[in-house]
């Protein structure tokens, strides 16, 4: 019988040394930016309920998720989505307070990754949601804040702005069958076009092919339109994108966003307007957000909301490539104590700590195992401490190696 002891199952990973003090930089220089703007942090359950992410138009197919029971029977899942709990919040717990509800968090979704490799099924998300109040404003606010926190990640970004209303108005005029309204909706979301081949006629292809090329600057305006033709929900969408990128290009922000009137987004909760990241280094945007306004009455209160998530990891993965790790770990100072000066050992580690330097404990017995250590882990100095005091000893180095053999 096979044990899996020494594994990890698939799409899950260890985080280890550096690249998990890049996940910490990144998460805190997030942070950072929401409560600037205003954001209060929400912590919610690893596990819920199915039935919360079990309503009319669900965001995720049950396959997705991972079920599991409670004590007495009840199915339940790994938190799939961060969206939907922060609605159920909004919609009981704070049932008596009023709007608006600003929100970020950073916490992990478990998905399904499926058969493709590398998929992960684990994944670190930093969000907000702003709820309560509806219009452009709350909008602008939100995007806002989204490039803020795509800046503090010091890399190149875009930021795409969108209306699933503008492609889904012009893919109903098909008369697909459900399935291949998602079928379509699918491949024009990865603006793959090779694949719709099996749409029925020609002029049904023709026009449905160009959606993905409408990504760029203020011109797309213009294509849009004459593709959109007669058709008022999909020229309403684009009238109501128009206005929400002119606020953006008069805040001086052209150059960190554009148009993609492309997406047809696989989240089905999604309403009106939506946007996405990218970042210089990632294959995928790292960021997704729009309106949701029918969400938080699946849970009993109407409210209009908006939001966004980041992908921590991918965002992590792109920052490694661009810069490398970050080199948090090493101390300024190693300590080689006898256990009798135990207490003068932690009050030198505080007086250090005080002056914002690092210090760390030597857990060796032996002052030349201690000197090797702060070698190893670059440390400038070590303090040998006793009852007859402290005596402090700089680990020499040249060109990056040790040069001088410390001696007790």
Avoid: W
């Amino acid at each position: 019988m096979l044990r899996y002891n020494k594994n990890i199952p698939d799409g899950t990973r260890d985080i280890l040394f550096g690249e998990a003090d890049l996940y910490d930089e990144i998460t805190s220089s997030l942070a950072r930016v929401y409560e600037e703007d205003g954001y209060s942090k929400i912590i919610t359950p690893s596990i819920e309920y199915y039935d919360v992410f079990d309503y009319l138009g669900q965001s995720l197919d049950q396959e997705e998720m991972y079920k599991l029971t409670d004590n007495k029977g009840r199915l339940a899942v790994l938190r799939a989505d961060n969206t939907t709990p922060v609605a159920r919040v909004i919609a009981t717990k704070l049932r008596s307070c009023d709007p608006p509800f600003m929100f970020y968090y950073e916490q992990n979704v478990y998905r399904h990754g499926g058969n493709y490799t590398g998929a992960r099924s684990e994944i670190l998300q930093s969000g907000v949601e702003y709820a309560g109040i509806g219009g452009i404003r709350c909008d602008l606010a939100c995007v806002a804040t989204a490039i803020k926190a795509l800046r503090s990640l010091n890399v190149g970004f875009k930021l795409e702005i969108g209306h699933v209303g503008f492609a889904n108005a012009l893919i109903d005029e098909m008369g697909l069958t459900a399935e291949q309204n998602e079928a379509v909706r699918e491949y024009i979301n990865a603006k793959n076009t090779m694949s719709l081949g099996f749409l029925k006629t020609e002029s049904d292809l023709s026009k449905i092919k160009q959606l993905p090329r409408l990504c760029g600057e203020r011109e797309v305006f213009g294509h849009a339109r004459k593709l959109a033709g007669g058709n008022e929900t999909a020229l309403k969408a684009l009238e109501s994108v128009e206005e929400l990128y002119t606020y953006l290009y008069d805040a001086g922000l052209a150059d960190d966003i554009l148009v993609d009137l492309g997406i047809a987004h696989p989240i089905e909760y999604y309403t009106g307007f939506v946007f996405r990241g990218y970042i210089e280094g990632a294959g995928e945007h790292v960021l997704s957000g729009g309106r949701y306004d029918n969400l938080i009455g699946c849970f009993g209160r109407s409210l209009p909301a908006t939001g966004f998530a980041i992908n921590v990891g991918l965002a992590a993965d792109a920052l490694y490539k661009k810069r490398g790790l970050p080199n948090n770990a090493s101390a300024e100072y190693v300590i080689h104590y006898d256990p009798a000066a135990f207490a003068e050992a932690v009050a030198l580690q505080r007086q250090c700590a005080e002056k914002g330097k690092r210090a760390i404990l030597s857990c060796y017995a032996d002052a030349d195992d201690t000197y090797a250590y702060a070698e190893k882990t670059g440390a400038a100095y070590m303090t040998l401490v006793d009852k007859s005091g402290c005596r402090e000893i700089e680990v020499y180095r040249e060109n990056g190696a040790c040069r001088k053999k410390f001696e007790v």
